[in-house]
């Protein structure tokens, strides 16, 4: 297994976490993403392990706070070698306090994130979601007094905007606050967007991506195909998937480019997914989900080796897209904003 550091931090990560998401299957939409209980959970726990991925990546609103009981009872005894991601902002209740970055809910989440997952402390504690109606100084300041206090250790953020992002950091650097390390996005062949902007900005700011649905929904999982009914049996269609709705010409462009790649690699479509994203710029690791053992064998096959520069350059031919202002006009001129160097 391959580790790279996190962001500006001194922290070092497997390029594989595993996401606990599809742990406890509660309501329909986490029903839609798997139902893995406890036992279950145990072998997931030690195929990891056993594999060199030692991170573990829940939230608190995942089955409404059953995820995290499941992975807490399936890490006893292990709290020692691994790492554990969790997040916070989404909504856990009925009450007005109940969802956003508050120094009250943040505080609150934190002590009850820590009883279910039975540890004294959480490893990267992300912000789910930018709240836009709690002041940033405020946000920023209870994670840190909150680090101070040894009940986590790093922060990062997720689903943010650049400016969130960079107003955050720069909030933090004026008060000397810890800073987010990195930031969990939604980024695959199937959707580049994160590349106009956040991209750049992880560069500049060195804010390492946590990558999240690297398979768009398992769009890019190999069950997708030109020609062929479009699978029910997957989380898009039983509702428990993110995104816009599929261009399913541009998807089956992208299938078609990745047969081929996996023909040429011995690999599989999802295995050539997810190393493409491992040789992205700010790319540190990709949450890798699975309901099953298979699944995640599988998954797991995808480092340990390397696409060509060529083959990469295949795969950004068939995927790329116009993007939309002011990214288009920026591009007008590269010499005055240089895209990431990709090869």
Known sequence: MEYRQLGGSGLH???????????????????????????????????????????????????????EEILGKALEGLRDRVLISTKATFTMGDGPNDFGSSRFHLINSVEASLRRLQTDYIDIFHLHGFDGN?????????LDDLISAGKIRYIACSNFSGWHLMKSLSIAERYGWSKYIAHQAYYSLLDREFEW???????????????????????LGGKFRRGQPVPQDNRRAQGGSHGPETDFERLYKIVDALDEVAEETGKSVAQVSINWLLQRPTIDNIIIGARNEEQLKQNLGAV???????????LDAASDRDPIYPYWHQRQNTKLNPLPKFY
């Open 134 to 142: 709690t002041p940033i100084e405020e946000t920023l300041r209870t």
């Open 304 to 314: 340990g080796w390397n696409l060509t520069t060529e083959q990469v350059k295949k």
């Open 13 to 67: 990560v497997p390029v594989l976490s595993f996401g606990t998401a599809t742990f406890g299957g509660q309501g329909d939409f986490f029903k839609a993403w798997g139902n893995t209980q406890l036992d279950d959970a145990k072998k997931l726990v030690h195929l990891c392990l056993d594999a060199g991925v030692n991170f573990f990546d829940t939230a608190n609103v995942y089955s409404r706070g059953t995820s």
């Open 197 to 219: 902007e956040l991209m750049p900005l992880g560069i500049d700011q060195k804010v390492s991506t946590i990558v999240w649905s690297p398979l768009a929904s398992g769009q």
